[in-house]
């Protein structure tokens, strides 16, 4: 029997019991879903991938590290308070877009820098919200062309490699590489290994070994602790120091610091000009993010085929809807320099996986989903834990965006199906990733596309374009197809039009 009291337990076929509140199903602990506890193991183990974000706000912004945690913990509540309102998505970062907000942020000092860091999120928030509740959310994102958007990507993949957790120098400030030499190496290439390589991926498949199978569902996690090891053995990490003033991390004196020094509430609204400057990064920020939202239905979709006792009631404006909400209410009480976004594909996967095994090893979705987030916040709030994370923290967060902008290389060649797309695409990336601000990239992708695709250049001429260019360097049989089919339809209304 799950560990929940009675009125948690559903009928076959029917949504998991909830509070009914409008586009929100309201679900609480033990009450509407169970405690699965190989999902709060896992939580206990990579917490402190979210916990890395600390490093950004003590960089950014000279927090201490107490300080910074207690923003942190705000944030990492918000992925729990979204699965309780419905949406059964892992949540995390937009970490693609984290360090184009990086440069961004960089381009003030001071008050100035918190204006910024407090109109972007509120930016952002507002695009969620307002697409959310109009369900125009897939057709704006329909309308960017794709070589913006794999431009978009590929250069927040630039950015993160040549950046400050990156490969910049030291005498530059860079404090990923150059900074820890060894330590980076083994992280990176072993988590690259663990989570893309085909040599893994053949031993994932084949094996029935329990450690092996423990391994693939920890993500970049083991990457992290050998480096750790390694790394103290060598002298580049330090040896962590366990904290004796108590057991519970206390997050209010901070919260209560943040309200006056870094939120609206002591430092005002942002100027105009502010405000002005951070709607291209929004708009890129959830350009990224909206890919996740379809990733992320799209992938239980799938996932519910496997499970008919259980309606999901997957609903993306939902999860539109929730994530302006987390990203406006960060905005107001504990801004966070990573934003808000509606999936953790990693751990989306793995609660899924184990769903999908049958109600015996998962009750309910909701169960896994929120089970995790709970523990993570937990974990957050004990402090032997973070004493025992802290010193591996800055690294975890380079090893974070590397494999972000491998990801990002790969997704972001895949939108550009022609040469021509990939030109767009190149030219927009590498403006993104070297220009001051990285908003002049966004207006030169633009501008470019218009002026290499879309002039004197019909919407049937554009699907033959990108249908020679898949036949000839990809032969990308399915996008072919899916190429022929719009080609098609838009031949017939034209047609129907005469």
């Keep these: 029997m799950p560990l929940m009291f ?66 942190i913990v705000v944030h990492e509540a918000l992925y ?11 949540g995390g970062w937009i970490t693609p877009a984290v360090p184009l907000i990086t440069t ?13 860091l407090l109109a972007l999120e509120l930016m952002l928030g507002l695009i969620y919200v307002i697409l959310g509740i109009t369900k125009i959310a897939g057709k704006l994102v329909a309308w960017c062309p794709s070589s913006l958007k794999g431009g978009i990507l590929m250069g927040a993949g630039i950015s ?51 450690f092996i199978n423990a391994i693939s569902k920890m993500g970049f ?44 509430f002591g430092v005002g609204i942002p100027p105009m000009h502010i405000m002005a400057s951070a709607f291209p990064m929004a708009v890129m920020a959830y350009v990224i993010a909206f890919g996740d939202v379809v990733a992320g239905t799209a992938f239980y979709a799938e996932t519910r085929r496997f ?16 994530c302006g909400i987390r990203n406006l209410f960060e905005a107001l009480f504990a801004p966070t320099c990573t934003m808000s976004g509606p999936l953790w594909t990693a751990m989306t996967v793995t609660v899924a996986e184990r769903y999908k095994s049958g109600k015996e090893n998962m009750y309910s979705i909701f169960g896994g989903a929120c089970s995790f987030n709970l523990f993570k916040v937990l974990s957050c709030l004990c402090i032997p834990l973070m004493a025992l994370i802290k010193p591996i923290l800055p690294l975890a967060m380079s090893l974070t965006l590397q494999i972000q902008a491998f990801g990002s290389f790969y997704v972001g060649m895949t939108f550009c199906r022609t ?23 966004l207006f030169v992708g633009i501008v470019l596309a218009i002026v290499v695709e879309f002039i004197n250049t019909s919407r049937v001429e554009r699907a033959e374009h990108v249908l020679n260019g898949l036949n000839e360097t990809t032969g990308d049989i399915p996008a072919a197809v899916a190429v022929l089919e719009d080609l098609k339809s838009a031949r017939d209304k034209k047609q129907a039009g005469a």
């Excluded at 009125?7 to 602990?29: T, V």
């Excluded at 193991?41 to 207690?70: K, N, P, W």
């Excluded at 961004?104 to 910024?116: F, K, M, S």
């Excluded at 797309?421 to 990239?441: D, F, H, L, M």
Aim: proline share 5%; aromatic share 10%; with cysteine.
């Design 160 to 210: 993160a490699v040549i950046g400050r957790y990156g490969f910049r120098p030291a005498a530059d400030g860079g404090i990923g590489f150059w900074a820890t030499p060894i330590t980076f190496s083994i992280s990176v290439l072993v988590a690259l290994f663990l989570l893309f390589s085909y040599g893994f991926g053949k031993i994932k498949r084949n094996s029935k070994n329990p």
């Design 307 to 322: 499970r008919t006792d259980e309606d999901m009631d997957i609903n993306p404006d939902r999860t539109n809807l929730c």
């Design 104 to 116: 961004y942020l960089l381009l003030y000092e001071g008050q100035d820098r918190i204006h910024a």
């Design 221 to 264: 996690v083991p990457a992290v602790i050998l480096a750790y090891i390694v790394g103290m053995i060598i002298g580049e990490v330090a040896t962590p120091v366990m904290d004796t003033t108590g057991v519970v991390f206390n997050p209010f004196p901070g919260l209560a610091w943040a309200a006056g020094n870094f939120t609206v």
């Design 80 to 90: 729990l308070w979204q699965n309780m309102m419905g949406d059964a998505l892992v």
């Design 6 to 71: 009675k009125s948690a337990i559903r009928e076959d076929g029917q949504l998991q019991p909830h509070i009914k509140a409008g586009m929100f199903h309201i679900r609480l602990p033990l009450v509407h879903w169970e405690i699965e506890i190989p999902e709060a193991v896992q939580a206990i183990v990579v917490f402190l991938t979210g916990a890395s974000a600390t490093a950004y706000l003590q960089d950014l912004f000279g927090f201490s590290f107490e300080l910074a945690l207690s923003i």
């Design 419 to 441: 040469n021509i797309e990939r030109g767009v695409a190149g030219i927009t990336a590498a403006v993104i990733a070297t220009s001051a601000n990285p908003s002049v990239g």
